[in-house]
């Protein structure tokens, strides 16, 4: 980065549960997406990881808030404020001026037109002067390595926090796709529910989702299990503390219902495919990025229910980042761009 180098460069995946931001290269921000506001001034009093430390634990002043809801912008102000907050706290000491920023966001692929604004007024008034989209799915496709400009089809399967997105790409464009907003937020409220309503037992958000990274599982049976999972609450019925083991296979039967839900997305997608690219997926296989794709046995279950091959893309929470880090250096190359 040098003294007259006034344009710096982001690659910003704004999603519901993490922002992540590549500058150089490098992934220079990796927080969750949550600001915490004074209640009465609206004034911002933390971002990220500080303001998750708050969450499910304010008082009446302080409150914290998710910008974002089943992947797209649910608060508009606030998104501002966090989007602004963690663009500050990329390094920019080796300008001698404000750098004007070139920016490549991605956006959910089934977003509408009010959405798809939303999100580059927001970009806009953190301080973007080119703002070029791309979709996530496209994203998580080159994150994922995969060559998407060639007439070849690609499968990627994204679940990341708020929605689920599969699509089959070909010649960088997306062929067939399919969003639904069952994700990571509805994993979590399903153990959040299943632990009250089977146990009696109220745990957080935070905990539910604890668990969910701990025991989380897409089939009953494993080969390598994890250990089980102790956790204390009070008891719905006597306000006292209770304390409960659980094992994966609970977890995956309480998060059964909304597996189902993506085993269905997943066919609906297959049966769009055009028969000759429906090949290239048998012989290529079906990606999956995302932190949902970390749910133990996901890639076997949906392996078993659609005969495919499944494969866990590298480091899956960052491959749509990543994915749009190339994006952002082809920026003239890559037509799919959205200026
Ligand atoms: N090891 C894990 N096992 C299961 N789930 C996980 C794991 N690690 C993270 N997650 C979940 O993954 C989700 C976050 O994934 P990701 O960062 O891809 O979402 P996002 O991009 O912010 O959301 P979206 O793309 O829907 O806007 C959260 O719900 C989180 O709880
Ligand atoms: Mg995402």
Not at 21 to 37: F, L, Q, T, Y
Not at 175 to 198: H, L
Not at 318 to 329: E, H, N, P, Q, Y
């Amino acid at each position: 980065m040098g003294l007259f180098s006034l344009t710096q460069e982001l690659a910003i995946d704004l999603g519901t549960a993490n922002t992540i931001i590549i500058s150089n290269g490098k992934i220079v921000v990796d927080e969750p997406s949550i600001v915490a506001v004074d209640q009465h001034s609206g004034k911002l009093v933390a971002i990220g990881n500080q303001a998750r430390q708050m969450h499910g634990k304010t008082h009446q002043n302080i409150k914290t808030i998710r910008p974002l809801k089943d992947g797209v912008i649910a608060d508009f102000n606030a998104a501002e404020l966090m989007l602004r907050g963690m663009i500050k706290k990329v390094n920019f000491s080796g300008h001698l001026f404000n750098p004007s920023l070139r920016m490549v966001i991605c956006i959910p692929s089934g977003s509408t037109n009010v959405e798809i604004r939303a999100v580059r007024d927001s970009a806009e008034h953190a301080g973007g002067r080119e703002v070029s989209m791309i979709y996530e799915p496209m994203a998580a496709a080159l994150g994922a390595g995969l060559d998407v400009e060639a007439p070849e089809g690609h499968m990627v399967i994204d679940i990341g926090g708020g929605t689920t997105e599969i699509a089959c790409i070909s010649l960088g464009g997306i062929v067939c796709s399919e969003s639904i907003n069952v994700a990571g937020d509805v994993f979590t409220e399903d153990i959040q529910s299943y632990v009250r309503q089977q146990h009696n037992i109220r745990i957080g958000e935070r905990t539910a989702e604890d668990i969910k990274i701990a025991v989380g599982a897409a089939v009953s049976e494993l080969d390598e299990e994890p250990e089980d999972y102790v956790v204390t609450g009070p008891n719905i019925l006597t306000a006292l503390p209770s304390t409960l083991t659980l094992s994966y296979s609970e977890i995956a039967y309480s998060l059964e219902k909304s597996l189902v839900k993506i085993d269905a997305a997943v066919m609906k997608v297959l049966e769009m495919v055009p028969p000759e690219l429906y090949a290239d997926v048998v012989k290529n296989g079906v990606y999956l990025a995302g932190g949902g794709a970390l749910i133990r046995g996901l890639d076997k279950r949906l392996h078993d229910k659609t005969n495919l091959p499944f494969h866990i893309a590298e480091d899956p929470l960052r491959a749509v980042v990543r994915g749009t880090g190339i994006a952002l250096k082809n920026i003239n190359k890559f037509s799919f761009l959205m200026r």
